[in-house]
């Protein structure tokens, strides 16, 4: 099965997808909200789902935010949700690093949710804001690249104060084969297109789910299907709708 409009379905064919699972992984920008704004009926429709004693995740590759951060927005737009459904990659960051045991110093290419959250296991951290470049280049190679000798790891994610710079000292950081390199998010674009949830889902062997309110259009997922390529083919989700909360009024 690929690609099935929800609304071609019947409605014991809809009650039946809503009783194959048990927990939600959804994705936040582009299907629960759009920057500060929630898109109307996703918040209602995963409350429903917790109300049917589904468990819901949300699943996110913002870094820049906390996960104390993501439940305050969360609330404000409506939905119940705890810390610990949150999943972002500043977490799982710091998560990953921690269960390595790693007890070096972090040069972060990237926004303070990631900062706040390695704080929050105990690992140091440097690179966070503004790293102006105050001299020529050539003085810059030669003599005032000041590189910190207890750096084991460089993450990146979106960093407003991007520069030359820090570009440099990364790579720097990573010519040392020992430096771990963690990328918190691969996305383009803002919103995210669907390649960057539909493909761990499939994966997983998860049923997947495409909301057209993000950046993802039919046309790509029609040209997908007819591909020859398997890693286009892996991209089409099983079912698709248009917004999230399409799916209310069949959770009675």
């Not at 379905?9 to 809503?18: H, R, V």
């Not at 918040?43 to 906390?66: C, D, I, M, P, W």
């Not at 998560?95 to 290419?109: A, T």
């Not at 020859?228 to 083919?233: D, F, I, T, V």
Request: charged share 25%; proline share 3%; hydrophobic share 40%.
């Amino acid at each position: 099965m690929s690609a099935v409009n929800l609304d071609s379905l019947s409605k014991e064919e809809l009650n039946t997808f809503i009783k194959s699972f048990d927990t939600v992984l959804c994705d936040c920008d582009g299907v629960l909200w759009l920057y500060d704004h929630g898109i109307a009926g996703s918040a209602e429709t995963l409350n429903r789902f917790q109300h049917l004693g589904k468990k819901v995740f949300y699943v996110t590759n913002n870094s820049t935010k906390t996960r104390d951060e993501f439940v305050a927005k969360c609330e404000k737009l409506g939905f119940n949700t705890t810390k610990d459904e949150i999943l972002s990659t500043s977490y799982l960051t710091a998560c990953y690093l921690k269960d390595l045991g790693f007890n070096k110093k972090v040069f972060i290419v990237g926004s303070i949710g990631i900062a706040k959250e390695l704080e929050a296991v105990g690992i140091r951290h440097l690179g966070v804001g503004p790293d102006p470049v105050l001299t020529d280049l050539g003085s810059l190679v030669s003599q005032d690249l000041k590189l910190d000798p207890e750096v084991g790891a460089v993450v990146v994610g979106f960093d407003l104060h991007f520069n030359f710079l820090k570009m440099m000292k990364a790579a720097s950081y990573t010519n040392n084969p020992d430096c771990i390199f963690i990328a918190t998010n691969t996305d383009e674009r803002f919103p995210m297109d669907a390649a960057n949830i539909v493909v761990p889902g499939k994966r997983c062997g998860f049923q997947t789910l495409l909301v057209l309110t993000g950046v993802t259009k039919m046309s790509e997922v029609d040209a997908w299907k007819a591909s020859n390529k398997a890693e286009e083919q892996e991209l089409v989700p099983d079912y698709y709708t248009g917004k999230l909360g399409d799916l209310l009024p069949h959770l009675s």
